[in-house]
């Protein structure tokens, strides 16, 4: 049976949709216009150990929540669409059903999620992003399904295997394509993430495709209960060493927080300019500096243009307004307050935005 699956995908019929795989939970819809849909694109520099490539096409951009693994929507100049709703991008249809963060993730955030549902050239894909299993509404709303993209990994950290299967037969899609997974070809992390072989073992019907591109025809969707594992993009790379090293004195560092203040600041800086363009690290440096030189860290990161996250972006502006308000310089500490207003997600950082900047402007 496999042998005869990897035979059929070696001859396609006309592509509908051609589907690519960058890594994680990043994917790339191409129409057969040759427009191109960018869903869930990483952060380079924090927690996989791999990077998402530089000028990857992108004619529009899906995020499904907002964790630094999802949306890394910032690397492109595309119109970003994350919100439900019915929308038409181009030649992409495009339903997106809320629902909601599986395993407890995304508090910060209201643990709000969106599974979107594209359909181009009469083949229709779902994207869970990391939701879970769908209610009898969900369902109806997403529809017939023909590709389903699920977060599965051998340590269940976002989907149980119940829950796999729950979905597979509440939307009976004729390809599961799994994501969000360690790829140790590429890096050892992260380590709350496994491997995928283990759970491919155990499914009937599994292809493992050689390109991370696949064009899908109407032949490939005639049977139904198949899983294809695709590769990475062969321009996805591990992390540099400096950054590896970096990651490892952050982590040495931050274990001596509570312990040895001094060595503390010592393994951050080490691990700062190592990397000084990984706002993560600067963050972590600057917020046991003085307001002085917490200041100049902090600057010069925001200042420099990088790929950083939104999260750590938002949260170095904060900490600089902070220092910032112990200069004497509240109104510029709330013009960093207000930055983080106009862009954060996250209820913790708005709720203490709105406070800094009121007590500032008031003094």
Known sequence: MRLVAALLLTLPLAAQVTIEYVAHAAFVLEAVNGQRLVIDPYNSERWLGYTFPENVPADFVLVTHPHYDHDASYYFRAPVLREPGEYTLGAFRILGVPAKHAGGFGAEFGQKSTVFVVETGGVRVAHFGDAGPLDAEQVKRVGRVDVVLLPIDGDNHILKPAQIEEIRKQLKPSIVVPMHYQLPELSDL????????????????????RTNRWPVGARDL????????????????????????AWQRRAEGLAQKDRNRAEAVRLLEAAHLMAPEISVIAYDYASLLPAARAIEVLTRVLSAGGRHDFE?????????????????RGVEAAEHCQLVLATTERLDLRRRATALAAKFLRE
């Open 190 to 209: 992260p380590d709350s993430l496994g491997p995928i072989e283990p759970w491919l073992a155990q499914q009937p019907n599994v292809t493992r495709l």
């Open 222 to 245: 005639r049977t139904a209960g198949q899983v294809w594992a695709f590769p990475p993009s062969p321009e996805v790379r591990p992390w540099p060493v400096r950054w590896q090293q």
């Open 312 to 328: 750590y972006t938002e949260r170095a502006h904060l900490l600089l307004a902070e220092h910032l308000a112990t200069q004497g």
